[in-house]
């Protein structure tokens, strides 16, 4: 199996088209299942939009991007949105970045998924 890079994008508090609450229910288990699995870590996980709500005081996704980091996979937030939303002091995990951290993540990546 060749083994390729892949970034992971949240660009909503949530994923896919849904309700709130399925939408954070689908991201829970995404990144639960991130973790059980065997499959590659992904090279980076970045959170623009709405997405940056997810590394924030309260997500109810925390636990599971806090493991995630422990693995040394880096969480990428964006800080114009975090400023934007007014979050930037409520930041649990990852690390503050500009859109360069995130389109150099995208770059280096083999693939992308935005989720």
């Known amino acids: 199996m060749i083994d390729m890079k ?14 709130p609450e399925l939408q954070l229910k689908l991201a829970t288990t995404f990144l639960q299942l991130l973790l059980d699995g ?3 870590p992904p090279a ?15 997500s109810p996704v925390l636990e599971q991007l806090k493991a995630l ?3 040394q996979i880096p969480l990428i937030l ?13 930041v649990a995990v990852g690390i ?7 389109i150099e993540a995208q770059w280096r990546a083999d693939k992308v998924i935005t989720l």
Request: proline residues 0%.
């Open 44 to 58: 980076a996980i970045c959170f623009y939009g709405e997405g940056v709500k997810l590394a924030v005081d309260g």
């Open 78 to 90: 964006c800080s114009t949105c975090l400023h934007f939303y007014n979050l930037r002091d409520k």
């Open 69 to 71: 980091a422990d693995r």
């Open 38 to 40: 065997d499959q590659e």
């Open 6 to 19: 892949t970034t992971i994008i949240f660009n909503r508090y949530g994923m896919g088209e849904a309700e």
């Open 96 to 102: 503050v970045g500009g859109m360069h951290d995130i």
